[in-house]
């Protein structure tokens, strides 16, 4: 199986910050990367597929990259809205990270 | 608007098992694969598995093998997710989300909460 490890597990903030969220694979998984937030009681919401495409209806300030092994979440610029926790998957076998925690600072 | 509603709540016993069920609505049931995701408690997501809801193949988490089964019926777009021998640590948030093949998964249920309890 794919391993999936995102980095940091938890991550303090402040609105307006710019953060970054990583997550790599134990093996290549191309560009068959997406990213998911989730709030507490809530399904995951998809954010960014094909790990830097933004699907419909998502806010610009949130941005993918990468390729293979290594990927990146970014949020340009926190809003009160984006406390919360947020997972990669990779959907060529389909597990996820273990997860990042938002926190307001 | 699409929208994946899920069975409601249950309460099984170790050992048991338990049948949840994922309605689909505003799509075409078999052009998508539906997924099952498991959250344990302050927990992350885990992919159980999915199901071909046009051809109903399946494919499993090697954890779940020999205790999980996903069926669908196509006349009603409706799938299920059994799983048996319940574990106290089976007690999670069960969700059926859709995935288009070579698309990411994009569209998820509310969530059905099982509880494994004596």
């Known amino acids: 199986d794919i391993q999936m490890t995102q980095s940091p597990s938890t991550l303090s903030a402040s609105v307006g910050d710019r953060v970054t969220i990583t997550c790599r694979a134990s093996q290549t998984v191309s560009t068959w990367l997406a990213w998911y937030q989730q709030k507490p009681g809530k399904a995951p919401k998809l954010l960014i597929y094909?790990?830097?495409t933004l699907e419909s209806g998502v806010p610009t300030r949130f941005s993918g990259s990468g390729y293979g092994t290594e990927f990146t979440l970014t949020i340009s610029s926190l809003q009160p809205d984006d406390f919360a926790t947020y997972y990669c998957?990779?959907?060529?076998?389909?597990?996820f990270g273990q997860g990042t925690k938002l926190e307001i600072k | 608007q699409v929208r994946l509603v899920q069975s409601g709540a249950e309460v099984k016993k170790p050992g048991a098992s338990v049948k949840v069920s994922c309605k689909a609505f505003?799509?075409?049931?078999?052009?998508?694969?539906i997924h099952w995701v498991r959250q344990a408690p302050g927990q992350g997501l885990e992919w159980m598995g999915r199901?071909?809801?046009?051809?109903?193949?399946?494919h499993y988490a090697l954890k779940f093998h020999g205790r999980v089964t996903m069926t669908r019926d196509t006349s009603m777009n409706v799938a299920y997710l059994e799983l048996g021998s319940l574990r106290y640590d089976d007690t999670a948030v069960f969700y059926c989300a859709r995935r288009k093949p070579g698309g990411p998964i994009d569209h998820w249920g509310q969530g059905t909460l099982v509880t494994v309890s004596s």
């Open positions: 094909q790990a830097s």
């Open positions: 505003g799509y075409n049931f078999t052009d998508y694969y």
């Open positions: 199901i071909n809801s046009d051809r109903g193949g399946t």
């Open positions: 998957q990779q959907y060529n076998s389909h597990t």
